[in-house]
């Protein structure tokens, strides 16, 4: 296997990178990632929450799963997962950013994900997301909810209330997707306000087999 390229996005901030068919993305990180991908060869068919979990049977993206685009068209496949048995990756829930902080300090809600004393960021993942796909013209309205890795997330059955945890990984976990088609991938490394670490760098690495 031969690396084609490795490097480390900050905390709170956007990364993003081609592959081709066949190759591997691996993620590591403490930290939630908010990941996307888009087909390199048509943008108007991204990453999609929805028909991911119907296709897997399942609400979080677990290894082995496929990734889906919009169409229904396998993107990508999680390999390995060094996030099993600790927790699972969020497919629920959206991505933070300032909107998002401005409205919950509006309503007072702030305390439901940040804890006591946290400085409130003036970006977060949907900014770095849209900063990180401008160079190929996509906007923020083009760019889908995304998979946030290890975000584990406390789902009532009863309810349907979703409720954050801290359960992260203490070391950095590795995550391996192979690319099914040519791609766009893209992610933020979140500022993850609502977790004790209060956001870490994330590792990227893009392998030929």
Request: aromatic share 6%.
């Amino acid at each position: 296997m031969k690396i084609v390229r490795d490097e480390v996005a900050p905390r709170n901030t956007g990364w993003s990178a081609e592959m081709r068919a066949g190759q591997l993305l691996r993620l590591a990180a403490r930290t939630i990632i908010d990941f996307v991908a888009f087909d390199r060869h048509n943008f108007a068919d991204p990453f999609d929450q929805a028909p991911t979990k119907e296709a897997n049977g399942c609400i979080y993206l677990k290894r082995g799963h496929l990734v889906l685009a919009r169409s229904g068209r396998p993107l990508m496949t999680m390999l390995a997962d060094g996030f099993e048995g600790i927790g699972t990756h969020d497919l629920q829930f959206g991505m933070c950013g300032r909107a998002r902080h401005k409205r919950a300090a509006e309503e007072g809600r702030l305390g439901e994900y940040l804890h006591a004393n946290v400085v409130v960021p003036d970006h977060g993942c949907a900014e770095n997301l849209t900063g990180a796909c401008a160079p190929w013209g996509i906007p923020y309205v083009d760019i889908p909810s995304p998979i946030n890795f290890f975000q584990n997330m406390a789902i009532d059955q009863k309810t349907g209330r979703m409720a954050r945890t801290q359960i992260r990984p203490e070391a950095p976990a590795p995550v391996d997707l192979r690319a099914e088609c040519d791609l766009l991938v893209a992610f933020s490394a979140c500022p993850d306000v609502a977790s004790k670490t209060g956001g870490l760098e994330v590792r990227a690495t893009i392998i030929d087999p």
